[in-house]
């Protein structure tokens, strides 16, 4: 990445993530967020654990729903649309920004968001999935973020992405954001043995 031109503005970040999407079917931008937001948000993250907010993840959706650890390992803990805490506030900003960018270039029709914080103990996974639900159909874009500073290739915890006849992985480095679609793309989190993996991942659906 170093010798790459970095996009500099909100515009010009969309602009990658949806050329990724549309060119390789993902898009991938660093410092998606500003080192001392991502580093802001990662403590909001480890506050929430602490205060006993954050829940096993489930899989499937109502009747569907179970928790599963066999399949995925993951604590949650969702996002306030109208959250009062700042660092949130900017964050929700920022995705609102995209969808409108998103919506006026390329025609999504995309009318709703919802975004999790989302803390993997070491050794915890996400088996090969799809993001978006048979029951429900809403899930149209999967956007995750990684809070995780200095990550080095070693300690795993990689993002598979499965497109086509290729494997890519992704390391789940702070600032970083992948983008694809949650009716498309499998992906897979793998298990990272020593340290805990931090993230907020979420889905710009349609409802309509
Ligand atoms: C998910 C997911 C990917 C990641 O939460 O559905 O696939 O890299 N997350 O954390
Ligand atoms: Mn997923």
Redesign the pocket.
């Known amino acids: 990445m170093s010798n790459e031109i970095r996009p500099v503005t909100d515009e010009q970040q969309f602009e990658l993530l949806i050329e990724g999407l549309i060119g390789q079917e993902y898009g991938c931008c660093d410092h998606f967020f500003p080192p001392d937001m991502i580093q802001g948000l990662r403590e909001n993250l480890l506050a929430y654990r602490e205060a006993g907010l954050m829940h096993p993840a489930g899989v499937g959706k109502k009747f569907d729903y179970q928790k599963n650890t066999a399949i995925r390992g993951d604590a949650i803990y969702w996002i306030d649309k109208d959250a009062q805490n700042e660092l949130e506030a900017r964050f929700i900003q920022k995705i609102e920004h995209f969808i409108q960018y998103l919506n006026a270039s390329c025609y999504t029709n995309i009318d709703d968001y919802e975004f999790h914080y989302a803390y993997y103990e070491p050794n915890s996974f996400?088996r090969r999935?799809l993001?978006q639900f048979k029951s429900d159909r809403g899930r149209q874009y999967?956007l995750v973020i990684y809070l995780n500073d200095n990550w080095q290739a070693t300690d795993g915890g990689s993002l598979s992405l499965y497109i086509g006849e290729n494997t890519l992985s992704v390391s789940p480095e702070a600032g970083r954001v992948v983008f694809f679609k949650s009716d498309q793309t499998e992906?897979e989190v793998h298990a990272a043995p020593q340290r805990p993996r931090l993230s907020i991942?979420g889905w710009l659906k349609r409802t309509s």
Do not use: I, N, V
């Open positions: 996400y999935h993001d999967s992906h991942a």
